[in-house]
């Protein structure tokens, strides 16, 4: 799992698998990058483009990814991807990049539009006012930035995960 080490060929990935429907358009796609090269320095003004890639382990080829965009605390997806025949890698991306979410400490992922494959990964829809709540929230949270290093194990990051799930279950059950 990295981030933002692929990001015009999960773009690439995108417009592949969405084909004519796809929103990646030119003039876009360098807003885009254009955003994305100001990411080391905040982002313009404080909005950076970012890119989440799975890669297979024994292939070394990028497998799924998604780009999207961070402001503050709120992390919103705008699109992924997986490669045919790559079963489970989008679902692996999705995790990979909640996981890291939450450890960054961000407050908000928003998903988007309501979609079968969002809930059953354990996502909800919430009311617009509830929604705008956690924005004012989270949008000013200039320290929180999206990042995981040169890479990580999807294993690992899942397995960080589940030892702060069983962490809390401990401590809710001594409450």
Not at 111 to 118: C, N, R, S
Request: proline share 2%; with cysteine; charged share 25%.
């Amino acid at each position: 799992f990295t981030v933002d080490r692929a990001m015009d060929q999960v773009i690439k990935g995108c417009q592949a698998q969405h084909g004519s429907n796809c929103w990646f358009y030119g003039p876009l796609v360098e807003a885009y990058r254009c955003i994305h090269r100001q990411n080391g320095t905040g982002g313009l003004q404080g909005v950076r483009i970012h890119s989440c890639e799975v890669w297979d382990k024994t292939t070394g080829l990028l497998v799924a990814g998604e780009l999207g965009y961070a402001c503050g605390g709120i992390y919103t997806s705008l699109s992924g991807y997986r490669e045919p025949g790559s079963k489970s890698a989008g679902t692996v991306q999705c995790i990979c990049t909640a996981i890291l979410l939450k450890q960054m400490g961000f407050k908000v992922w928003d998903l988007g539009m309501p979609m079968e494959y969002k809930t059953k990964l354990g996502s909800c829809e919430i009311p617009r006012a509830d929604f705008l709540q956690h924005l004012y929230s989270a949008r000013d949270m200039k320290e929180v930035v999206l990042s995981c290093g040169s890479e990580a194990c999807c294993g690992e990051l899942i397995k960080w995960f589940l030892s702060q799930k069983k962490e809390q279950e401990k401590q809710e059950e001594k409450e």
